[in-house]
């Protein structure tokens, strides 16, 4: 269960306030949607799940299965289960993709004490689960991201999250820069992980994409903090209605 | 008017060196003759400084504080293994090998049985007949104005003269160690020459090494100057690799290179944490529709210092070059690349780019990039680029989120970063070996750090 308690982040080098008292909790098996306006805190509240550090929590906490991860770093985050589906995912000029993805299969199983994967396992799993989000293992060969379309950047995203199978999974609009069809691929991707084992945050402006991937819950974040929350209707309201009811003074 | 100079020691040291050994350097009258003008070149340029513009970054002269002994009859002996050691990865490879052992041919290391096509003579073998191993279309460029060109000629004790025959593919590299032993602290001169027939593929690799236990460093003078007088023939086909992993030594080389129509040339310098190296190219376009490839990989540390600079003269029309050099420094290392490139008048439908780039892990390390056209022909196009950056966070960071600790992101990155480079080199095996001493040394730096 993710449990954030009355959360206050501010950016690390001006302490402007981002995220005034944020209060969540998303249980096991439920996907949590995060809808908000441009500058709500969407995108921070899910660098600093990570552990980015160009934020600083100045108060509050964030429990993942009953522990504060607040003192961990990112890699160790990663091995307790958390993923974030990066908004733009990075290009990385010389490392081949099925090198990191090895690399951080291996780096998390060891975390967790348990032995690397052998090649031919490896292979194995990357083929079928990449078969089925379209990602051919060719395209693993090539650098991580590099050249690759909006489309098959979010894809490779999904392939990871598969392949690392993480506990609380975090996408950051998901849905930004794909067409109909891509949205439908990373949607069936994400709607393959959906497990009772797993807690999932989609966070994303539109609602288009609670379409594909129907949450359980819905929040409206704005001026830092949870404005209202409700179920998947919630969403189909603010299509409607926008995020001028909530864009007011705190 | 000129103002003298006074000699520094190590200038006075060369001068008293000279006078000790040129009797006993080999070859005869003529060859005494051809050592004593150069060595007159030397006395009255010095050691290049701070004021000579092409060694404006490496001021040998203040940096070179003593020189070595030279002993024309030193005969060290070394056990094979030992010399595998010293060569790591690059002992895996199948190769032709010739092997120079503190600047003096090695009969018993070096590979007996040679494939036809290849013709190997050690230098003093050839000096013994004549000096036309060192003169006419066998001299270095930049005899007269280039100090470190004529410390070599007036001080090379051996080296060899390797000669490939026209149309032949060479299966097997070329390997030249170039290998440093003992405690004592010596100056080493080697000179080769390379003549490659027209229409002949080969490999060639210089392995500049140390074994175990030659402890003697840069400040007590150890100093290895080699060059190397390289023809290639119409349309052959050369990779040529220098591999630098000589800790604590000064290494100064040349390379003096005439390449013919059609030909391509690939030369790649790899430097691993040398005191100080100077790797310098001199190439000139001999012949139309040629292809230069350049490329390097510098890894330094400490207060080591490496310097790539290469003077191209595209001297006739249609002719490529490409310059990548990518390096990594730390603590207050320094990388230095200077990539001339000159097209002159006739040289028209000239392509040339250059690009240096380095990593930079401490504040305190310095690149210098230096990249140069001159151009006096119109219709061509050329290119220069350099960048310099710390390890970009963002990457970092993407690896981290992954579960990837921060020493292996950082690790994976520059291997990636210099492996750029380092995948110029088409010789598949070579290149793997360079690959693991990049790797080693980024492995070295992660553990120091830890």
């Not at chain 1, 001006?14 to 995060?34: D, F, R």
């Not at chain 2, 490496?306 to 990548?324: F, K, Q, W």
């Not at chain 2, 008048?345 to 780019?353: H, R």
Request: glycine share 8%.
């Amino acid at each position: 269960m993710l449990e954030i308690k009355d959360l206050h982040v501010s950016l690390e080098e001006e302490g402007t306030e981002i995220i005034k008292g944020l209060s969540l909790t998303v249980p096991k098996g439920e996907v949590h949607a995060i809808m908000g306006p441009n500058g709500s805190g969407k995108s921070t509240l899910a660098n600093v799940l990570a552990g980015r550090d160009d934020y600083e929590v100045t108060s509050g906490n964030i429990l993942w299965n009953g522990e504060s991860v607040l003192e961990m770093e990112p890699e160790e985050r990663a091995a307790a289960g958390i993923f974030l589906a990066f908004q733009y995912p990075i290009e990385i000029p010389g490392v081949a993709g099925l090198t990191f993805l090895r690399t951080a299969m291996n780096a998390q199983r060891k975390a967790r004490g348990e032995g690397e994967l052998s090649t031919p396992d490896f292979l194995k799993t990357v083929k079928a689960k990449g078969g089925e989000l379209n990602i051919d293992v060719e395209m693993l060969k090539r650098p991580v991201n590099v050249g690759f379309s909006g489309g098959e950047k979010k894809r490779s995203e999904i392939l990871q999250m598969a392949l690392l199978e993480p506990t609380l999974c975090v996408l950051d609009e998901t849905d930004s820069g794909l067409d109909i069809d891509a949205l439908r691929v990373v949607s069936e991707g994400v709607n393959a992980l959906r497990s009772p084992d797993r807690a999932m945050l989609v966070i994303t402006h539109y609602q288009r994409l609670l379409n594909h991937i129907v949450p359980d819950q819905v929040h409206v974040l704005a001026r830092g903090k949870i404005q209202k929350s409700g179920d998947k209707s919630l969403a189909l309201e603010l299509e409607k209605s926008g995020y001028a009811e909530f864009a007011g003074a705190a | 008017m000129n103002v003298a100079i006074a000699k520094t020691a190590a200038e006075k040291a060369l001068g008293e060196r000279f006078e000790d050994v040129h009797g006993k350097l080999p070859g005869g009258d003529d060859v005494a003759d051809v050592r004593r003008k150069a060595f007159g070149v030397l006395m009255a340029l010095g050691l290049p400084h701070r004021r000579v513009e092409e060694w404006k970054y490496t001021d040998l002269r203040a940096r070179l504080k003593s020189v070595g002994m030279i002993d024309p009859d030193h005969r060290a002996s070394l056990a094979a293994s030992k010399l595998d050691t010293a060569l790591g990865p690059l002992a895996d490879v199948q190769a032709v090998r010739v092997v120079l052992v503190d600047g003096v041919y090695s009969a018993e290391l070096s590979t007996r049985e040679l494939p036809d096509a290849i013709k190997i003579t050690p230098l003093s073998e050839a000096l013994a007949a004549d000096a036309s191993v060192l003169t006419g279309e066998n001299a270095l460029q930049r005899e007269a104005d280039e100090s470190v060109v004529a410390l070599n000629t007036a001080f090379a004790t051996d080296g060899a003269v390797i000669e490939i025959a026209t149309g032949a593919t060479v299966a097997k590299p070329i390997m030249l160690v170039q290998v440093r032993s003992g405690d004592e602290a010596r100056i080493s001169a080697t000179r080769n020459v390379v003549k490659v027939g027209a229409g002949a593929k080969v490999t060639l690799v210089e392995a500049i090494v140390s074994v175990g236990d030659a402890s003697a460093t840069a400040d007590d003078g150890a100093v290895l100057n080699t060059a190397t007088r390289i023809s290639v023939g119409d349309g052959a086909h050369v990779t040529h690799v220098s591999s630098n992993t000589d800790r604590g030594a000064v290494h100064l080389g040349t390379w003096s290179a005439d390449i013919g129509a059609e030909t391509v040339y690939r030369p790649f310098y790899f430097s691993a944490s040398p005191a100080l190296a100077r790797n310098q190219l001199f190439l000139t376009f001999a012949g139309e529709g040629a292809a230069l490839d350049a490329s390097g990989c510098f890894l330094a540390r400490g207060r080591e210092h490496i310097d790539n600079t290469l003077l191209i003269d595209h001297a006739v029309p249609a002719c490529e070059s490409r310059e990548l050099f990518k390096g990594v420094l730390d603590d207050t290392a320094r990388g230095i690349f200077q990539g001339k490139v000159v097209v002159r008048k006739i040289a028209q439908k000239t392509d040339g780019k250059q690009m240096a780039q380095a990593l930079m892990l401490s504040p305190t390390c310095e690149f210098d990039s230096k990249p140069e056209l001159e151009i006096y022909a119109d219709d061509v196009v050329c290119g220069h680029g350099s960048t310099c950056a710390e390890i970009d966070p963002d990457l970092v960071f993407y690896f981290r989120s992954r579960g990837i600790p921060e020493a292996t992101a950082r690790a994976l990155l520059m291997e990636s970063f210099v492996g750029e480079a380092i995948e110029q080199i088409e010789d598949e095996p070579v290149a793997d070996a360079i690959s693991e001493l990049a790797r080693g040394w980024l492995n070295d730096l992660r553990a120091d750090a830890a």
